[in-house]
C-alpha cells in the first residue's frame, strides 16, 4: 500500500512562489510515474504536471511555462514549484502516484493565490 504525503501549500500573493512536495511511502518499488492534479472549487479534478520514473514530464496548458515539475527516484519524492502564480491557480492540489497500473491519490493541500 502506498502512501504520499504532501508538504507545502499555503496562501501567496499573485505573482509570488510556492514549491509542493510529495514522499511516496509503503512501496519498496520504483513509482512508475508521479504528479500533481489540482481541483478548483466546482470544477473537474485536471492534470497539473506528471513525471514519469524515466524523467519525461507533462504539463497542463494553463501551467506551461511556469511550473515545473522534478522527481528524486531514491526518496520517491516528486517536487512542483510554481511561479508566477495567479488567482486562477487556486486550487487543491493532490498529489498522485502510479504503480504496477494502479493510482494513487494524497489527501490534498490548500494552495490559494490573492490578487
Given at each position: 500500500?502506498?502512501?504520499l ?6 496562501l501567496v ?8 512536495s510529495?514522499a511516496?511511502?509503503g512501496?519498496?518499488?520504483?513509482i512508475d510515474?508521479?504528479?500533481?492534479y489540482?481541483?478548483a472549487t466546482?470544477?473537474q ?8 520514473s524515466g524523467g519525461?514530464?507533462?504539463?497542463g496548458?494553463?501551467v506551461q ?6 522527481g528524486?527516484?531514491a526518496k520517491k519524492t516528486v517536487y512542483l ?13 493532490y498529489?498522485y ?11 490534498g493541500t490548500?494552495v490559494?493565490?490573492s490578487?
Amino acid at each position: 500500500q502506498v502512501q504520499l504525503v504532501e508538504t507545502g501549500g499555503g496562501l501567496v500573493q499573485a505573482g509570488g512562489s510556492l514549491r509542493l512536495s510529495c514522499a511516496a511511502t509503503g512501496s519498496m518499488f520504483s513509482i512508475d510515474a508521479m504528479g500533481w492534479y489540482s481541483q478548483a472549487t466546482g470544477k473537474q479534478r485536471e492534470v497539473v504536471a506528471l513525471i514519469t520514473s524515466g524523467g519525461d514530464t507533462n504539463y497542463g496548458d494553463s501551467v506551461q511555462g511556469r511550473f515545473t515539475i522534478s522527481g528524486d527516484n531514491a526518496k520517491k519524492t516528486v517536487y512542483l514549484q510554481m511561479d508566477s502564480l495567479k488567482p486562477e491557480d487556486t486550487a487543491v492540489y493532490y498529489c498522485y502516484a502510479a504503480l504496477f497500473g494502479l493510482h494513487y491519490w494524497g489527501q490534498g493541500t490548500q494552495v490559494t493565490v490573492s490578487s
